[in-house]
């Protein structure tokens, strides 16, 4: 089975999956090679999480920013 590449993937399967190989990894059943590669595709899909935290980060900042002030926020009146 081919994994996808972790740019390609969204951001809860990717952590999904390095909570997967975390486990494995403490388990401590793997081969070194196994472990390795493991550890490589963690690291993967740690690099590939943090960019897309960081551009979730940069849109909160964007919309928060648009017109240098938020509305402000009200609840809708009951009639």
Excluded: C
């Excluded at 793997?30 to 960081?54: D, H, I, N, Y």
């Excluded at 979730?56 to 009951?78: K, M, S, T």
Aim: avoid cysteine; proline fraction near 4%.
């Amino acid at each position: 089975m081919a994994t996808k590449k972790p740019e390609n993937m969204d951001f809860e399967s990717a952590l999904a999956e390095l909570e997967n190989l975390v486990n494995q990894l403490e388990e401590g059943d793997l081969s070194l090679e196994l472990s390795l590669k493991s550890f490589e595709r963690g690291v993967q899909l740690v690099r590939a999480g943090q960019q897309r935290l960081s551009q979730a980060e940069q849109q909160v900042q964007i919309l928060l920013h648009q017109n240098d002030e938020l509305a402000p926020f009200a609840l809708p009146e009951e009639q």
